[in-house]
């Protein structure tokens, strides 16, 4: 695949260069299916946030180690956490990057993304080691392999995976990240998929599609 960035109407796009007829793909925080989230996706309370460990009067620290399109972290800092954000991906992050200086912008959400969101472009192993404050816990989604042309990969998460390397080290990553949550480490998994690097955690919270894998830190 072919992918190139390109600024449009304020807001940079993802282009790719083999089907110039597909719609630039942006990072928006503020309308769409993001700000659906924002607005609704937790009132009953999201499977993310009870796995974080956020409740009413303690909105824990958080790294996102495995950012992506940043619509996990963004959910979580709207809700009153912390979260800064890890993307080793120059593409992602340079999307990343422009979707939170638009929201930085924006009169409603503004200061809360401003507060509550942040973002570092760079490998999760060394970017851990420098994190602007100690997170409580640290959140990783690693790619894992689709089943090819399988009609339940979302385009956003296909793009991904095109412009993304895969996760090799993400068995390492959980290692490191269990040596540095105070609190615990979340691994959002399919729900089917293998405990990462064969640890088995304290407790998991399903969803349909999902599973989130607690592991308490210390581990004994």
């Not at 390109?6 to 769409?32: A, C």
């Not at 620290?61 to 972290?73: E, L, M, P, Q, S």
């Not at 929201?103 to 472009?121: R, V």
């Amino acid at each position: 695949m072919n992918y190139s960035l390109e600024m449009n109407n304020g807001q940079l796009g993802l282009i790719d260069q083999d089907n110039l007829e597909m719609t630039p793909i942006v990072i928006d925080f503020i309308s769409g299916k993001t700000a659906y989230r924002r607005k609704y996706g937790h009132a009953g309370g999201e499977a993310s946030s009870k796995a974080v460990g956020s409740k009413k009067g303690h909105r824990p620290n958080i790294v996102d180690a495995t950012a992506g399109w940043g619509r996990d972290a963004f959910v979580l800092a709207t809700l009153g956490c912390r979260v800064h954000m890890i993307e080793r991906s120059e593409l992602m992050a340079k999307l990343l990057e422009d979707g939170l200086r638009r929201a930085e912008q924006d009169e409603k959400i503004g200061k809360l993304m401003k507060d509550n969101l942040s973002l570092s472009f760079g490998e999760s192993q060394q970017e851990l080691l420098h994190t602007p404050f100690e997170p409580e816990v640290i959140y990783l989604d690693p790619m894992f392999p689709h089943k090819e042309k399988s009609a339940l990969v979302k385009k956003d998460m296909q793009i991904l995976q095109d412009i993304a390397e895969q996760d090799t080290d993400a068995d390492a990553l959980l290692h490191l990240a269990l040596t540095i949550a105070t609190n615990r480490v979340v691994v959002k998994r399919p729900s089917t998929a293998d405990f990462l690097a064969e640890i088995k955690p304290q407790t998991s919270i399903k969803t349909k599609k999902h599973r989130f894998d607690i592991y308490l830190t210390p581990q004994p």
